[in-house]
């Protein structure tokens, strides 16, 4: 086997997520998910994903059977410490700086509000009307 390119625990932009699923003939698909704006993350392990054909079956008798033909090699990587581990392809990843205090908790990809968007939010809520114990009322 090749020597592999990140070990665990290095730190890595990821450009793109593989997404796995079904086509109309119960083949087994990888479509990336890119992202706009890489994330950070930390690798966290490597795994040989299984690609081949499912047959479906709806009784008792016979189980639903996958039958493998080859597989894909992944890097499972983190962005976050509670976050599931992304399934990412060698070329989607590069080298980067730790961050500082290391992974966070939860890792969100929406970005924490600015002055601006908190300040229309509360001028909103002043401007709504209230009753006489000071409470929001319902429309």
């Known amino acids: 086997m090749k020597k592999l390119k990140f070990q665990i625990g290095a730190w890595?932009?990821?450009?793109?997520?593989?997404?796995?699923?079904?086509?109309?003939?119960q083949q087994r698909t990888v479509t990336p998910r890119f992202f706009e704006e890489p994330a950070i993350g930390q690798v966290t392990?490597?795994?040989?994903?299984?690609?081949?054909v499912r047959s479906l079956?709806?009784?008792?008798?016979?189980?639903?059977?996958?039958?493998?033909?080859?597989?894909?090699?992944?890097?499972l990587v983190r962005t976050g410490t509670t976050n599931a581990e992304k399934r990412v392809h060698e070329e989607d990843l590069e080298t980067c700086a730790p961050l500082?205090?290391?992974?966070?908790?939860?890792?969100t990809a929406s970005p924490p509000w600015g002055e601006m968007?908190?300040?229309?939010?509360?001028?909103?809520?002043q401007a709504m009307e209230r009753d006489k114990r000071g409470r929001f009322k319902s429309t």
Do not use: C, W
């Not at 890595?12 to 003939?25: E, K, M, P, R, T």
């Not at 968007?117 to 809520?125: D, L, V």
């Open 117 to 125: 968007a908190r300040n229309e939010a509360r001028n909103e809520a």
């Open 57 to 75: 079956s709806y009784g008792f008798d016979s189980p639903t059977t996958f039958t493998p033909k080859s597989t894909v090699f992944v890097y």
């Open 12 to 25: 890595v932009h990821i450009n793109a997520v593989l997404s796995f699923g079904y086509d109309n003939q």
């Open 100 to 107: 500082p205090g290391g992974l966070p908790l939860r890792f």
């Open 45 to 52: 392990g490597a795994a040989f994903i299984p690609m081949g």
